[in-house]
């Protein structure tokens, strides 16, 4: 029978549960690093592929791989990619004489394997949105730039992004929620480990009811977390809203 | 002159450079499993590409790990919920589109589905689907994607009905056509392309969804992404099936996600942003 608890557990998640924490801050560096380097890369990409010359549908074809991959399949195989034995990135970092790290195996390592992995995932998401974006700019625009003598940097950083801010505040909103709830790529490559490392929110929670199976404290948590998440969208979900209402 | 043309080709090739590291960064994991399931099993862990192709990690996924069965469950349940959450969605997309307060907060509140944890929902549903008897079942795994679905459906739908100009379905009204038949004969058949490559998008995030799929199922209703990550947990790491399942579990949403990609974005962004 289930006992009334009061607010025992929510007690105990913000006094008593340092790994909760600690999943938060790994829930935050993860989200972090993986975005910001997604929109570098995305962004890098995007400039890449803004003109028209032949051969630009393979590559945009060829990055929607990432994308539709199953998540699962591709965490896998990256998992394999790892492998500090058989794995391909060692591999390759031993032709130029790099002796790789026990890459998922190691606590400061872990983290950064697994972003790795969402950055292939997700940079795509990001080029395709931002090309999008960049072929919709007004040419108007750049031709009365040039006329007035912008540097390719100040029309760049004056014009373009700017211009392309809305879709720039809508992708990363969807981006940052989703790294928030990542879970399929860390639970077939670490499991969350190894020890806490690469536990995020969602990965603690579910350890919690599934292997622990404290199913009112990981209830406790799911409402801290969704509340959270709430509040990230509310605060977030202006410039979507006038993105979507359009 | 002649040093603009030098310029000109060097930005040429060293795009072309870059574009395509990236393309092989991108294409890696897939080229990967499927050079590795042609590998006979003495091949495996060797980096060489010089070997007998050979098809036996494929009849063995289908004759030792009985990979028709998830294969099926995965086809079924994505299917049928793809198709509920069609006609579920499209009328109340039409609503929203065409209301009069069209800003209305009913269609925001449909988002909370896409922007909430699954955990979240996954906990309560999981506790219900044990008490209801719908736990590992194929009509409870149906139940939760339509809803998971549905989100998609009616944001998307909504952008593509609110592109039909208002005056075509106004003619027809005025030659004596119901709202209903309006909706069925004009503005359906003139949304038809967005309405496959929503139900193609929706096909493709049940397919390729994990975390539901590994809470709420056992045996009956697992799908692929949790029939292959048993690779993972039961079959101890057979390189040759897992690479085998990948591919198969792959090459469909693959050629969707190709086939469609002009409106992947679109779905991602739940239609903010049209790619």
Same mark, same amino acid.
């Given at each position: 029978?289930?006992?009334?608890?009061?607010?025992?557990?929510?007690?105990?998640i913000?006094?008593?549960?340092? $790994?909760f924490?600690?999943?938060?801050?790994i829930?935050l560096?993860?989200?972090?690093?993986?975005?910001?380097?997604?929109?570098?890369?995305?962004?890098?990409?995007?400039?890449?592929?803004?003109?028209?010359?032949?051969?630009?549908?393979?590559?945009?074809? $060829?990055?929607?791989?990432?994308?539709?991959?199953?998540?699962?399949?591709?965490?896998?195989?990256?998992? /394999?990619?790892?492998?500090?034995?058989?794995?391909?990135?060692?591999?390759?970092?031993?032709?130029?004489?790099?002796?790789?790290?026990?890459?998922?195996?190691?606590?400061?390592?872990?983290?950064?394997?697994?972003? $790795?992995v969402?950055?292939? +995932?997700?940079?795509p998401?990001?080029? /395709?949105?931002?090309?999008?974006?960049?072929?919709?700019?007004?040419? =108007?625009?750049? =031709?009365?730039? *040039?006329?007035?003598?912008?540097?390719?940097?100040?029309?760049?950083?004056?014009?373009?992004?700017?211009l392309?801010?809305?879709?720039?505040?809508?992708?990363?909103?969807?981006?940052?929620?989703?790294?928030?709830?990542?879970?399929?790529?860390?639970?077939?490559?670490?499991?969350?480990?190894?020890?806490?490392?690469?536990?995020t929110?969602?990965?603690?929670?579910?350890?919690t009811?599934? +292997?622990?199976?404290?199913?009112?404290?990981?209830s406790?948590?799911?409402?801290l977390?969704?509340?959270?998440?709430?509040?990230?969208? /509310?605060?977030?979900?202006n410039?979507?809203?006038?993105q979507?209402?359009? | 002159?002649?040093?603009?043309? #030098?310029?000109?080709y060097?930005k040429?090739?060293?795009?072309?450079?870059?574009?395509?590291?990236f393309?092989?960064?991108a294409?890696?994991p %897939?080229?990967?499993?499927?050079?590795?399931?042609?590998?006979?099993?003495? *091949?495996? %862990?060797?980096?060489?590409?010089?070997?007998?192709?050979?098809?036996?990690?494929?009849?063995?996924?289908f004759?030792?790990?009985s990979?028709?069965l998830?294969?099926?469950?995965?086809?079924?349940?994505?299917?049928?919920?793809?198709?509920?959450?069609?006609?579920?969605?499209?009328p109340?997309?039409?609503?929203?589109?065409?209301?009069?307060?069209?800003?209305?907060?009913?269609?925001?509140?449909?988002?909370?589905?896409?922007?909430?944890p699954?955990?979240a929902? /996954?906990?309560?549903?999981?506790?219900?689907?044990?008490?209801?008897?719908?736990?590992?079942?194929?009509?409870?795994m149906?139940?939760?994607?339509?809803?998971?679905?549905?989100?998609?459906?009616?944001?998307?739908m909504?952008? %593509?009905?609110?592109? #039909?100009?208002? *005056?075509? *379905?106004?003619?027809?009204?005025?030659?004596g056509?119901?709202?209903? +038949?309006?909706?069925v004969?004009?503005?359906?058949?003139?949304?038809?392309?967005?309405?496959?490559?929503?139900?193609?998008?929706?096909?493709?995030?049940?397919?390729?969804? %994990?975390?539901?799929?590994i809470?709420?199922t056992?045996?009956?209703?697992?799908?692929?992404p949790?029939?292959?990550?048993?690779?993972?947990?039961?079959? +101890?790491?057979?390189?040759?099936?897992?690479?085998a399942?990948? #591919? $198969?579990?792959?090459i469909? #949403?693959l050629?969707?996600?190709?086939?469609?990609?002009?409106?992947?974005?679109?779905?991602?962004?739940?239609?903010?942003?049209?790619g």
């Amino acid at each position: 029978m289930p006992v009334f608890y009061g607010l025992e557990n929510f007690r105990v998640i913000f006094f008593d549960d340092p $790994i909760f924490w600690k999943s938060l801050g790994i829930t935050l560096v993860f989200t972090a690093g993986a975005v910001a380097t997604e929109f570098s890369l995305g962004l890098f990409l995007a400039l890449l592929l803004n003109e028209e010359f032949r051969g630009k549908n393979v590559y945009v074809a $060829i990055l929607i791989v990432p994308l539709v991959m199953t998540p699962v399949t591709s965490g896998l195989i990256w998992r /394999l990619a790892f492998d500090p034995d058989f794995g391909s990135v060692n591999y390759l970092l031993s032709l130029i004489n790099i002796t790789g790290p026990n890459w998922l195996n190691t606590a400061g390592t872990a983290l950064i394997g697994v972003i $790795i992995v969402d950055v292939w +995932q997700w940079t795509p998401f990001i080029t /395709l949105s931002l090309m999008a974006g960049l072929s919709a700019l007004p040419s =108007e625009v750049y =031709e009365s730039a *040039e006329v007035d003598g912008a540097s390719k940097w100040q029309v760049f950083r004056n014009v373009t992004v700017p211009l392309l801010m809305p879709i720039i505040v809508v992708v990363s909103f969807f981006r940052i929620l989703d790294s928030f709830k990542i879970f399929d790529i860390i639970f077939v490559m670490t499991r969350g480990g190894p020890g806490d490392s690469t536990t995020t929110l969602n990965m603690y929670i579910y350890k919690t009811l599934f +292997q622990f199976h404290h199913v009112g404290y990981s209830s406790a948590l799911t409402f801290l977390f969704l509340m959270a998440v709430t509040y990230l969208f /509310l605060f977030l979900s202006n410039r979507l809203k006038a993105q979507l209402w359009k | 002159m002649n040093r603009n043309l #030098v310029y000109k080709y060097f930005k040429k090739i060293s795009r072309h450079c870059v574009l395509l590291v990236f393309s092989i960064i991108a294409l890696y994991p %897939f080229t990967w499993a499927l050079i590795t399931s042609l590998k006979p099993r003495a *091949e495996l %862990f060797r980096f060489s590409l010089l070997f007998k192709p050979t098809l036996i990690h494929y009849m063995d996924v289908f004759s030792r790990y009985s990979f028709w069965l998830y294969f099926g469950n995965s086809v079924i349940i994505s299917l049928s919920s793809t198709i509920l959450s069609l006609l579920l969605g499209l009328p109340a997309a039409y609503a929203l589109a065409r209301s009069e307060q069209k800003r209305s907060g009913i269609a925001f509140y449909f988002l909370s589905t896409r922007m909430a944890p699954p955990i979240a929902f /996954l906990i309560p549903y999981f506790l219900m689907y044990i008490k209801l008897g719908l736990f590992d079942t194929h009509v409870g795994m149906i139940i939760l994607y339509t809803l998971f679905n549905l989100a998609l459906v009616i944001w998307l739908m909504r952008g %593509f009905f609110l592109d #039909v100009p208002l *005056e075509i *379905e106004g003619s027809a009204l005025i030659d004596g056509c119901s709202r209903w +038949q309006a909706f069925v004969r004009i503005t359906l058949p003139l949304t038809s392309y967005g309405i496959a490559a929503t139900g193609v998008l929706c096909f493709l995030f049940t397919w390729n969804e %994990f975390l539901a799929a590994i809470i709420l199922t056992g045996r009956n209703a697992k799908t692929l992404p949790s029939f292959i990550y048993m690779f993972l947990s039961t079959f +101890q790491l057979d390189w040759g099936g897992l690479c085998a399942s990948t #591919v $198969i579990t792959c090459i469909p #949403v693959l050629a969707f996600g190709i086939l469609f990609r002009k409106f992947l974005v679109r779905g991602l962004t739940m239609g903010a942003v049209k790619g």
